[in-house]
């Protein structure tokens, strides 16, 4: 089956500096990358996600790149501010093919510093 | 995105009860649902997943009497932790997806204390 890691497993940066969280994945089958943030108490919010057939994705300060040929991908950050201090997972799946089923990172704590 | 809405947020319960979580997809239809758990600071464990009209599929070690699961609707699943006890305390959440889209939209959790 899948195995995704993940690293750093904490990241301190200080406000407006890049944060970048970096994961591999095992399964040359998944071809859907989800990243999401979650919130203590709350559930994971899907905040960007890069299909296999793209090399990268931007949405404003965060951007996604993927290499399949390494398979591993990654998740910047930029101008980070304080609201962004959250758990990040990465995740991957061999989408509808897979029965949707995620494979998740072991997780990233980000904590953005004044 | 999609709203997944998932109730209740915080159940305290005694030893022996069960306690129902439900979770809605509210503005699509969700074929498959996921239920997980997790622990303080680690990540998200998949105990099962539901279609609907069918029976669900269990993870191993995730066991099936226990974590009674019901996808009787194309917008809402239930967990049902019969006679919980205090090793189930953890926080539950459901995932959602529709029938061509493989992205995945979760409910805000439940934070489940079995005293």
């Known amino acids: 089956g899948e195995n995704v890691e993940q690293h750093p497993s904490t990241l301190s940066v200080q406000e407006g500096d890049s944060a970048v969280i970096k994961c591999t994945y095992s399964?040359?089958?998944?071809?859907?990358f989800p990243w999401y943030k979650q919130e203590l108490g709350k559930g994971p919010q899907l905040i960007i996600d890069i299909r296999s057939n793209v090399g990268e994705k931007k949405d404003q300060r965060i951007a996604v790149t993927l290499n399949k040929t390494a398979k591993h991908f990654s998740l910047h950050i930029t101008e980070t501010q304080p609201e962004d201090s959250a758990v990040y997972f990465c995740?991957?799946?061999?989408?509808?093919?897979?029965?949707?089923?995620?494979?998740f990172g072991t997780g990233t704590q980000l904590k953005v510093e004044l | 995105g999609a709203v997944v809405s998932q109730h209740p947020s915080r159940v305290i319960c005694k030893s022996g009860t069960s306690v129902k979580i439900e979770c809605r997809s509210l503005d699509f239809q969700a074929t498959t649902m996921f239920w997980y758990r997790q622990f303080p600071k680690k990540s998200l464990m998949l105990m099962a997943t539901s279609n609907e009209g069918s029976k669900a599929t269990y993870e191993q070690g995730v066991e099936k009497d226990k974590f009674l699961i019901n996808h009787a609707s194309l917008t809402l699943s239930t967990l049902t932790v019969t006679s919980a006890h205090p090793e189930d305390s953890s926080f539950y959440i459901c995932?959602?997806?529709?029938?061509?889209?493989?992205?995945?939209?979760f409910g805000s959790g439940t934070q489940l204390s079995v005293l």
């Open positions: 995740a991957a799946t061999a989408g509808v093919r897979g029965g949707n089923k995620l494979t």
């Open positions: 995932s959602a997806s529709g029938a061509t889209n493989e992205k995945l939209f």
């Open positions: 399964d040359s089958a998944s071809n859907y």
